[in-house]
């Protein structure tokens, strides 16, 4: 069975300071993974996406994530945080076959401090 | 934006009613998807859909029915709503062509 760990629940960072955002997942065979993020009282925004190719993948709003096989992660990071991406943000893993059913860790709650 | 709209998006109701929650979209798309959101647990599946009458079961499917009578519908029915059914619910379409699920804005059910 498919899982996902974000082991961090909260996380609080300065406006202009790195992020990173940790993601285990637990797949049987090659995985697709998603970063999505998700403001308060709104749904989910994809923030980027890993199916194959390079292993390091950009997305919106400043977004990277990078695909380590041997272990088993998908870290989100962004160079400068703006007090805008504060959000609960979600990892998940997928087959990407027909039906694509997903798996969701249980979230990170980003907090920026000004 | 996928075109998915939800409704209610709020909705406040008593224990041992039953209650059906919608979810529309425009684009055509095959896979329709529920979720549920609960605090510490992401977003846990429900049930889904891959075609009109074609639904299956996901991770959390006790308590909870669907029906895909059109291929713009998705009816998520509580038969009997329960206090541990109150929650977020999220309804996503499967874009085949990117392979990436689009959600919905959500509903807030509240089982008093």
């Known amino acids: 069975a498919q899982s996902v760990t974000q082991p961090d629940i909260h996380i609080t960072v300065s406006e202009g300071a790195s992020l990173e955002l940790r993601c285990n997942y637990s797949y049987g065979a090659t995985p697709y993974l998603f970063w999505y993020v998700q403001s308060p009282g709104q749904g989910l925004q994809l923030l980027l996406k890993y199916f194959s190719g390079d292993t390091l993948v950009q997305g919106i709003k400043g977004f990277e994530a990078e695909f380590k096989r041997s272990q088993s992660s998908f870290n989100l990071r962004k160079p400068s945080v703006h007090w805008s991406d504060a959000a609960e943000y979600f990892c998940a893993v997928g087959a990407g076959n027909a039906g694509n059913m997903l798996t969701f860790g249980g979230g990170t709650r980003l907090m920026v401090k000004p | 934006d996928a075109g998915i709209t939800q409704s209610p998006r709020h909705k406040v109701t008593e224990t041992g009613t039953p209650v059906t929650l919608r979810c529309h979209q425009t684009?055509?798309?095959?896979?329709m998807y529920w979720y549920r959101q609960d605090p510490g647990h992401g977003l846990r599946l429900i049930h889904y859909s891959y075609g009109v009458k074609d639904t299956d079961k996901g991770e959390v499917s006790d308590g909870y029915s669907v029906s895909r009578s059109k291929t713009e519908d998705f009816l998520l029915t509580l038969e009997s709503a329960t206090s541990s059914q109150t929650s977020v619910y999220f309804c996503?379409?499967?874009?085949?062509?990117?392979?990436?699920?689009?959600f919905g804005p959500g509903t807030r059910l509240t089982v008093l």
């Open positions: 684009e055509n798309h095959r896979y």
């Open positions: 996503a379409i499967s874009d085949r062509a990117t392979d990436t699920q689009y």
